[in-house]
């Protein structure tokens, strides 16, 4: 009986996003798990503390700077980490944003601004970052995306559609890439405490309708989507592909 595996013993991942919040706890988690991580945030000055924390755990880090609206800064991002570590075994999407508004207010500039970071940005750093591990034979691409990609939200009319986008998006390029050995899944997480939501949680009304929306009785901390992501980069979930794994604390259960 071989046991599941759930290290990352030296395998290289980027994580979008990693300067703050779920990237944040994301590149870290990697770095306990035993992976080498590239820590990308659109401001190399704030992946650089990050890239620091990870090789005082003993890890390799390297940070660096990615704009995930513009190809040539994913190519370029793609290329800096070829050069140092010559193979890429783990992709976490994580980059992200939310717009709340009223779907009557939402500005052609809101939709394309949140679409392309959150899909299209999404779509090709995985293309990118794909390209190479069909080249490899293997790799790990998690896609961070929200349980409202799977129910609606008020205020929530691009967030919801983009965020539905990346989970079928995710059982697409599972389906191409299984043959080559890559898996790519998502995590779906409820709403969690992070920078992101900070100003929101600030309007109590508001975060008392969260909780109350949420079985399990409060909403998430980082350290709550951490063991989906490792689970899902590591090889105990070799089997798995093309599915998104709620962390909701029950909110898709009603
Ligand atoms: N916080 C929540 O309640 C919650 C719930 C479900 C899903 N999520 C998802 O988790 C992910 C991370 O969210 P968070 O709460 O940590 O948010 P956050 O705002 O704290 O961090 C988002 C990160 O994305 C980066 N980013 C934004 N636009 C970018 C761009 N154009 N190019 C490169 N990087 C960019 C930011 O610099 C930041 O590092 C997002 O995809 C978000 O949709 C968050």
């Not at 513009?70 to 944003?97: K, P, Q, T, W, Y």
């Amino acid at each position: 009986m071989k046991f599941p595996d759930f290290q990352l013993t030296d395998k290289i991942a980027i994580v979008t996003g990693a300067s703050k919040g779920l990237g944040y706890g994301v590149a870290l988690a990697m770095a306990d798990a035993g992976a080498h991580v590239v820590v990308t945030s659109r401001d190399i000055e704030r992946a650089q503390p990050v890239a620091t924390e990870i090789q005082e755990m003993g890890r390799e880090s390297l940070p660096l700077a990615l704009e995930v609206c513009s190809l040539d800064s994913i190519e370029a991002m793609v290329g800096a980490a070829l050069d140092r570590f010559g193979r890429i075994d783990i992709l976490v999407n994580n980059a992200g944003i939310n717009i709340p508004e009223p779907a009557l207010e939402v500005s052609e500039e809101h939709w394309d601004r949140l679409m392309d970071i959150n899909l299209k940005g999404l779509f090709f750093c995985s293309q990118k970052v794909g390209t190479v591990m069909v080249r490899q034979g293997q790799g790990k691409i998690i896609n961070v995306g929200s349980q409202m990609g799977f129910v609606g939200g008020k205020l929530r009319a691009a967030y919801c559609a983009s965020k539905g986008g990346v989970v079928q998006l995710t059982k697409v390029l599972a389906i191409e890439w299984a043959k080559h050995g890559v898996n790519v899944n998502g995590v779906a997480p409820t709403f969690l405490r992070t920078p992101f939501t900070a100003h929101m949680f600030e309007d109590a009304t508001f975060y008392d309708e969260v909780v109350a929306n949420i079985p399990l009785g409060r909403v998430g901390e980082v350290e709550d989507v951490l063991g989906a992501v490792v689970f899902l980069a590591s090889p105990a979930s070799d089997l798995i592909t093309g599915t998104t794994m709620l962390v909701d604390g029950g909110w898709t259960a009603w």
